[in-house]
């Protein structure tokens, strides 16, 4: 079943050169496309809509603080069950609970620093593009 997803490399995988190594990964997986691609700083209007389903939770504020440091890498993945793959590949929200192998068990150790975002479910996915390539949803 062929999907579209949206990923986000976050600030802390791009201040760190890891661009390369997590698109590397998405790309070397067979019958995955990457169909856009833009390094952009989020305003908080964009991460208010991105991240409003934890609105009021205590990690929210430095969440969206966080996300705000820097540019991010917005991706949209398209492909054979993508939206599972990508989040198989991302691993657990604790990068201390993720295997080695998955981008966070490799390279993370904080919880709101975990490198990647990836929508975690069809309808997700159509929400989050909407929101960060309209052009392309
Ligand atoms: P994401 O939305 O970024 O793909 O990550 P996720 O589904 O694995 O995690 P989610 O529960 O949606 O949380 C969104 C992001 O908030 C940060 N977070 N911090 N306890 C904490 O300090 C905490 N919990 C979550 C992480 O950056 C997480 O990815
Ligand atoms: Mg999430």
Redesign the pocket.
Known sequence: MSQRTLV?L?PDAVRRGLIGEIIGRIERKANWTISALELRTLSQDVLEQH?G??KG????E??VE??ASGPVVALVVEGERVIEGV?AL?G???PIAAAPGSI?GDFGT?????L?????SEE?AERELKIFFPSVA
Do not use: G, Q, W
């Open positions: 986000l976050k991240y389903e934890h939770k205590p990690f929210y430095p969440l966080f996300m989040r991302a657990p929200t604790d966070r904080i919880v709101r620093e975990n990647i975002h990836a929508s975690d997700s």
